[in-house]
Nanobody, 129 residues
Framework: QVQLVESGGGLVQAGASLNISCTASAGTITNYAMAWFRQASGKEREFVAV????????FYGDSMSGRFTISRDNAKNAVYLQMNSLQPGDTAVYYC??????????????????????WGQGTQVTVSS
């Protein structure tokens, strides 16, 4: 059973960049599709990005494409989210999620929270204006 731990969140100013990480503290993510979701206060959890288990195909939520980049390093059992040009509207708790074993090869699939079995505890990202 994979266990996920997020890190790297913090307080930044609008326009800044931030890279957050998700590391498996138990198990291996090699055969898992990995995703980032975010949840702002009082709102539902929102899909951010997903990356396939070994082909490195990615898909992004509409408001993230072009500013956010998801990547993974299976040797380090880690997934990353590089966020650029951050805005106050990006303020949220960012969650890492795993779905597997996976055969995901790209496209608008696995965009819903119920499609993921394992979640991290989240890391807070706050963007000040």
């Amino acid at each position: 059973q994979v266990q996920l731990v997020e890190s790297g969140g913090g307080l930044v100013q609008a326009g800044a960049s931030l890279n957050i990480s998700c590391t498996a503290s138990a198990g291996t993510i090699t055969n898992y599709a990995m995703a980032w979701f975010r949840q702002a206060s009082g709102k539902e959890r929102e899909f951010v990005a997903v990356i396939s288990q070994n082909i490195d195909t990615t898909f992004y939520g509409d408001s993230m494409s072009g500013r956010f980049t998801i990547s993974r390093d299976n040797a380090k059992n880690a997934v990353y989210l590089q966020m650029n040009s951050l805005q106050p509207g990006d303020t949220a708790v960012y969650y890492c999620a795993a779905r597997g074993p996976s055969t995901y090869t790209g496209g608008s699939y696995y965009l819903s929270t119920y499609e993921y079995e394992t979640w991290g505890q989240g890391t807070q990202v706050t963007v000040s204006s």
